[in-house]
C-alpha cells in the first residue's frame, strides 16, 4: 500500500534566498524517501537550467519550433518539445528513477530498473509559443514507484493523484522561476545569474477575490452550460449578477496562467468540449493536472474537473485528458457549484443578494 503524501503537512518556512540545494537537504533529512525526493527534484532543476540557456538562445539556436510530426487532434510535436525531453530526461539518468512518463513519449522512457521513484513530465508546456519569445515552461510530478510493478510499465503511472510526492514546473520568462511542492506548502524560487535556484519569497499563498479568469474564449460556442454561464457573468460585468467588472488574460502557456495565478489570483478554466478530441478538454491528468493542482492547493488555491478535486482523481492512462480548472478558491468553488445546480440557475438566484457583499 503506498503511503498518502499530497497531504498537507506543517508549511517547512526558508529564508528567502536560500539555494535550492539547501533547502531540499534541510527538508529531507536523515529521511531516505525523502533525500531521494530531493535528489530527484535536483536533477530536474539541473536539466531546466540547461533547458533555459538553450532557450535563452532563441532563433540563434535554431529553428526551435520548426513542426517534427502532427502529434494528436493536430497538436504538432516541435522541435523544442524534444530538445526539451531529451536534456531533462538526460539530467534524471542521476536521480533514484525507475522510468519517466512524458508528453513527448508514447510509453513511460525506462531509466534504472528497480529505483523507487517515478517522474512524469511535460518537458515543453505552451509549444505554440515556442517561436512567439513568450514564456513557456517545463512541468513535472514525482511519484513512488508500486512495489512488484515494473516502473517502465504504464500501470505503474496509473495512481491517485493523493500520491504525489512532489510537483512544481518551471517556467521560462522574463526571469526563470521555479515553483516547487514536497506537501510542506508551495515554494517560489528564482534563478539567480550564477545558475543557482534561489527561495524568492517563504512561501506562496494564492490570493482571494481576484476579479480575473483565464480561458480561451474562441471556443465558448462548444462550451457546456456551467462554463457558459460562468464566462457570461463574468464579461456582464457590473450590470449583471456579478455587479462588478471582471478581466480576461490567456497566455496559451498553462505554466504561464498559473504563475500569474499566484501572483495576483483569478481562474484558468480549460473545460471539455464539442470539439472532436476534446471531449475530457485538452489538459493532461498526469504531468499537467496533477502537479498544478498540487501547487495549488498547498498555497491555499484549489483544482477541480467542474465536481471532482483534481488530486481526488485516478489516472487511468498515461496520456489521458481532463476538465481542468484551477485558481483561487473562491473561484474554483464557485464554478464547481455551476457545475452542481444544473443551468446554475437554482445557485444564482439564491447567491444575488449575497454576491454584492462577499465576492
Ligand atoms: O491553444 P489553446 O487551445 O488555447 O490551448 C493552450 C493550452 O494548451 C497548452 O499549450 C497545452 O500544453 P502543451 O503545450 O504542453 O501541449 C497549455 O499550456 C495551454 O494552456
Ligand atoms: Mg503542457
Ligand atoms: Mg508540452
Redesign the pocket.
Known sequence: MLEKTAETRPAATFAKGIPLAAALDDWAGADARRQDVAATVAALARGATALARRIAEGPLGGDLGATLSAGEAG?GQKAL?VIADELLIAALHAAPVAAVAS?EDELPVPLKAGAPLLVAL?P??????IDTCLS??T?FAVLACPAGIDGAAPAAFLQSGRSLLAAGYVMYGPHVALMLTVGAGTWPFVLDADGVFRLAEPAARVPQGTAEFAV?M??YRHWDAPVRLYVDDCISGREGPRERDFNMR??????A?AHRIFRRGGV?L?PGDARKGYGQG??RLLY?AFPVAFLMEQAGGAATDGRTDILDLTATGVHQRTPLVFGSRDKVERVRRYHLAPAGEADRAPLFARRGLFI
Request: glycine share 8%; hydrophobic share 30%; no cysteine.
Open positions: 497538436e518539445d508528453e511535460d515543453l508546456d505552451g509549444s505554440s509559443n513557456v515552461g512541468i480561451n474562441s471556443n490567456w497566455v496559451a502557456s498553462m505554466v496562467d484558468y480549460y485538452r489538459l499537467e
